[in-house]
């Protein structure tokens, strides 16, 4: 069965540059959800979308930004780079009645230097 | 607000051994509580899920997990555990409305062969 596809699977940016991370979500998965895991902490939610609107937002710092296309694919834009954004990034879908019920992908590692 | 706290935060056992990851939560509605295993270098995966009705509830690999409303606990729970169960576990409830993830710390296994 096809899964949450995350890419790029592995990034490297400086400070102060711009990164921009994908989500492709299972097919008909119409709801889609970002989560950052620092280096030993738990997964933290950042944003969701649902049919292209922001659904939820958390912990999401004014530096990123995130939206959702009409395919359902999503992307999240970081900008101004910090060592502390080094993290993985999780992203999840679902059916939008069935949120309880998340597939997570494999994540984006990103690292800052 | 909702949060998960997890007892332990690393936990070593030999083969054999018997496992009991503790999980407290604090929500005072409806709670949908989960149980979701990291192994090593891969993304997030379903080992269980409560909902309603049986407060036992049987997941994937042998786990299962209790839920206990007055003491706000649903801990996990194998009777003997393999070398490959070595992971990081998180227990999670969810935001109902929202439907985000709210993960408690992680609590790392590592069995000895």
């Known amino acids: 069965a096809a899964g949450v596809i995350q890419s790029p699977r592995h990034l490297i940016k400086e400070k102060r540059e711009t990164a921009t991370l994908k989500c492709y979500p299972i097919?008909?998965?119409?709801?889609v959800y970002w989560y950052q895991q620092g280096p030993g902490q738990d997964p933290q939610f950042l944003i969701s979308?649902?049919?292209?609107?922001?659904?939820d937002k958390g912990s999401i710092p004014d530096r990123f930004s995130a939206q959702q296309f009409s395919d359902y694919h999503s992307e999240l834009n970081m900008s101004s780079l910090e060592l502390g954004d080094s993290a993985l990034y999780f992203c999840?879908?679902?059916?939008?009645?069935?949120?309880?019920?998340?597939?997570f992908g494999p994540g984006t590692r990103l690292t800052v230097l | 607000a909702q949060s998960v706290s997890q007892h332990n935060h690393h936990v070593i056992l030999s083969e054999a051994a018997s496992l009991e990851l503790g999980c407290n939560y604090s929500?005072?509605?409806?709670?949908?509580l989960f149980w979701y295993v990291q192994y090593p270098g891969q993304h997030l995966q379903l080992l269980l899920k409560?909902?309603?009705?049986?407060?036992l509830v049987k997941g994937i690999k042998g786990f299962e997990a209790e839920f206990i409303k007055s003491k706000f606990s649903f801990n996990l729970r194998k009777p003997s555990v393999q070398w490959s169960d070595t992971a990081e576990y998180f227990c999670?409830?969810?935001?109902?409305?929202?439907?985000?993830?709210?993960f408690g710390q992680g609590t790392e296994l590592s069995v000895k062969p």
């Open positions: 999840a879908s679902s059916f939008s009645d069935r949120r309880d019920t998340q597939y």
């Open positions: 097919p008909r998965h119409d709801t």
């Open positions: 979308f649902y049919e292209k609107m922001q659904s």
């Open positions: 929500y005072g509605g409806t709670v949908n």
């Open positions: 409560y909902f309603s009705g049986d407060p």
């Open positions: 999670a409830v969810i935001n109902p409305q929202g439907g985000k993830l709210i």
